[in-house]
């Protein structure tokens, strides 16, 4: 069965730490999609990176950076020199058709990280 | 430009009682999913809308139900409502019809309790 597991509940760290949101996937398919997405205390999931299941290149966006590993199954997400504005919860999702040319999101329990001052 | 946006912002109801949440895309939007998520846990997928036909359902009794409007707003109803239909339900929108590789905007969000 598909699953995504973010075996971190809750991290801390102090301002300017890196940190670095474990995720690791089951899936069947060949072809699927990636997610992360932060949610905020105000509610809103805020979508921060898809990737497919073919693109194994990492990727880097300011503070932010990504490592995808098929082998292992896990797309992993580091945040660099932490910020308080980082505080949220932060959820890995697949995405993947079913058989029936529908398609179906699961998404994790997410991690909530604090960052303090 | 508007976000997605829902409502209401906040419900409660009783056990066995029918609800209704709606939500309007981002101007332009075609694709609307609806995502259930309890407190402490990721959102789970309800259904997604295409175009008005249903092009996605997860995991949910047949107590929940969906539409979506000419103007691609839609409507998440739950009948029989149960205790354990407590939860933030989050609307999201897409450009397009393209999937699970679709970028969504969320709403905020209405919170259902049911007592």
């Known amino acids: 069965a598909q699953k995504v597991t973010q075996a971190q509940t809750e991290i801390s760290v102090v301002e300017k730490e890196d940190v670095t949101l474990d995720c690791v996937y089951e899936t069947r398919d060949t072809t699927y999609y990636l997610f992360w997405y932060k949610q905020p205390p105000s509610g809103e999931l805020v979508f921060l990176i898809r990737?497919?299941?073919?693109?194994?290149q990492n990727e880097i966006s300011g503070r932010y950076s990504w490592n995808f590993q098929k082998s292992t199954s896990s797309f992993n997400f580091t945040i660099t020199a932490s910020q308080v504005v980082d505080s949220a919860v932060y959820f890995c999702?697949?995405?993947?058709?079913?058989?029936?040319?529908?398609?179906?999101?699961?998404f994790g329990t997410g991690t909530r990280l604090k960052v303090l001052a | 430009d508007a976000g997605v946006t829902q409502s209401p912002t906040h419900l409660i109801k009783t056990r066995g009682q029918h609800v209704t949440l709606r939500c309007s895309p981002i101007?332009?939007?075609?694709?609307v999913s609806w995502y259930q998520q309890v407190l402490g846990q990721g959102p789970q997928f309800i259904f997604q809308?295409?175009?008005?036909?249903?092009?996605g359902r997860g995991n949910f009794p047949d107590r929940f139900s969906a539409r979506q409007f000419p103007n691609y707003s839609s409507e998440l109803n739950v009948n029989a409502l149960l205790l354990g239909d407590s939860a933030l339900y989050l609307c999201a929108s897409s450009p397009t019809s393209g999937g699970p590789i679709d970028e969504q905007f969320f709403g905020p969000g209405t919170r259902l309790t049911v007592l």
């Open positions: 990737r497919n299941s073919f693109d194994e």
């Open positions: 809308y295409y175009e008005k036909e249903e092009r």
């Open positions: 999702a697949l995405s993947e058709f079913t058989t029936s040319g529908t398609y179906k999101y699961i």
């Open positions: 101007s332009g939007h075609k694709s």
